[in-house]
């Protein structure tokens, strides 16, 4: 079946091009949140698990759920489950907080630090695949435009 714009309702050429790009962009990450959970599935680590293990890292070890969340744009309820779960299989585990009583520390755990440093490992094949024939020159201008898109949508 096809879909026509109401007579009213015409993009601008840009604007049709974005939303071609926005439409790409969805299902790019869709590839990329389902090839992390495939290269990271036996490390006990999901796409969503290996990003806020990254936080963690990252951070110095001193982020709590509800920063966590901040940091990746989710309800801190979403992250808090994530957090539980993964310390009930020990890749991480709480620490009191000194500014905040009931607002814990998220700490990794050796097994955590361990599958993290395994998964980076095996991102850098993946990423060098995905990448290759393209240059770096190439690839950084589509990261530079997707900044330019992201600060424009982020801006009230």
């Known amino acids: 079946m ?3 714009e ?3 309702m015409k993009h601008t050429p840009a604007a049709k091009a974005w939303t071609d790009l926005v439409l790409t962009i969805l299902r790019l990450n869709s590839e990329i949140i389902a090839d992390g959970d495939r290269m990271t599935k036996d490390l006990q680590l999901s796409s969503s698990r290996w990003q806020i293990v990254a936080q963690v890292v990252h951070s110095g070890e001193t982020l709590t ?3 966590i969340a901040r ?3 989710l ?3 979403t992250v808090q489950l994530q957090v539980d779960a993964m310390a009930n299989d020990g890749l991480v585990a709480f620490a009191d907080n000194p500014y905040h009583r009931r607002s814990k520390i998220v700490r990794t755990t050796a097994a955590g630090a361990n599958a993290y440093r395994e998964a980076l490992r095996r991102q850098v094949g ?3 695949r995905a990448v290759r024939g ?3 020159q190439s690839v950084t201008q589509a990261n ?3 900044q330019l898109l992201l600060g424009r949508l982020q801006t009230p």
């Open 2 to 4: 096809q879909f026509s």
């Open 6 to 8: 109401p007579a009213r």
């Open 65 to 67: 759920v509800s920063q």
């Open 71 to 73: 940091n990746m744009g």
């Open 75 to 77: 309800h801190r309820q």
């Open 126 to 128: 993946w990423a060098n």
């Open 134 to 136: 393209m240059s770096a």
């Open 144 to 146: 530079a435009t997707l």
